[in-house]
């Protein structure tokens, strides 16, 4: 069956460092990964999506790799920031039905 | 705004008392779906639409319905709700299939069954 593996262990990072969050999935062949950020409570907020024929994906001071024979998504934040604290949420897209949730990483910035 | 507005944001009901939660959206999206959350079981779908009239059963169905008869609208129905259905529930809605687009999520709803 289709899995998607985020590590279930918070992140705990000091201010101004890059953070780097995994996902993982198996028995999918997505054309497309998406990054969602969630605050307690709240709805997940989109940020990023990623092609599979995109290596790497940049926003501002979030970055995306997408490495389809690893079957792997990288989300990096650098210079991150008290206020980047969050869960972020992975999805792997195929693009034809609607999506399916990694169950998230929480990542706290430590001022 | 664009967005997407769930009522009610909580709700406490008894055991078998039907009941529904609405989602509309005004974004002309085609895709819209139910995801419920659980503590150390992340988003669930529930069910989703890809359009007028056409819904489909998500991963976690059971004791759910849903309509859409219209775009902007995708209620969600719970014929007799029972203490597992305690949980935070998300409608969120997309542009529409072929391409990938971020989902646009409402503000949730807390549900709580006694």
């Known amino acids: 069956s289709q899995k998607i593996e985020q590590n279930s262990e918070a992140l705990n990072i000091q201010e101004g460092k890059t953070a780097t969050l995994t996902c993982n999935y198996t028995n999918y062949s997505p054309a497309y990964l998406q990054w969602y950020r969630q605050d307690p409570g709240r709805g997940p907020v989109f940020l990023l999506l990623i092609r599979e024929n995109e290596k790497e994906k940049r926003k501002e001071r979030l970055k995306v790799t997408f490495d389809t024979t690893l079957k792997q998504s990288l989300f990096h934040i650098t210079a991150s920031q008290p206020a980047d604290s969050a869960t972020y949420l992975c999805?792997?897209?195929?693009?034809?039905?609607?999506?399916?949730f990694g169950s998230g990483t929480r990542l706290q910035v430590q001022p | 705004e664009a967005q997407v507005t769930q009522n009610p944001r909580y709700l406490i009901t008894v055991t078998g008392k039907k009941l529904t939660v609405t989602c509309s959206q005004n974004m002309n999206h085609e895709y819209m779906s139910w995801y419920r959350q659980d503590p150390g079981l992340g988003l669930r779908q529930i069910y989703y639409?890809?359009?007028?009239?056409?819904?489909d059963k998500g991963d976690v169905p059971e004791g759910y319905k849903v309509s859409r008869k219209e775009k902007r609208n995708f209620p969600l129905i719970l014929e007799s709700p029972s203490p597992n259905q305690t949980s935070l529930y998300f409608c969120?809605?997309?542009?529409?299939?072929?391409?990938?687009?971020?989902?646009?999520f409402g503000s949730g709803t807390r549900l709580t069954v006694v």
């Open positions: 969120a809605s997309r542009p529409g299939a072929g391409e990938s687009y971020g989902y646009t």
């Open positions: 639409s890809m359009n007028v009239e056409v819904t």
């Open positions: 999805a792997p897209d195929t693009g034809r039905r609607a999506l399916t």
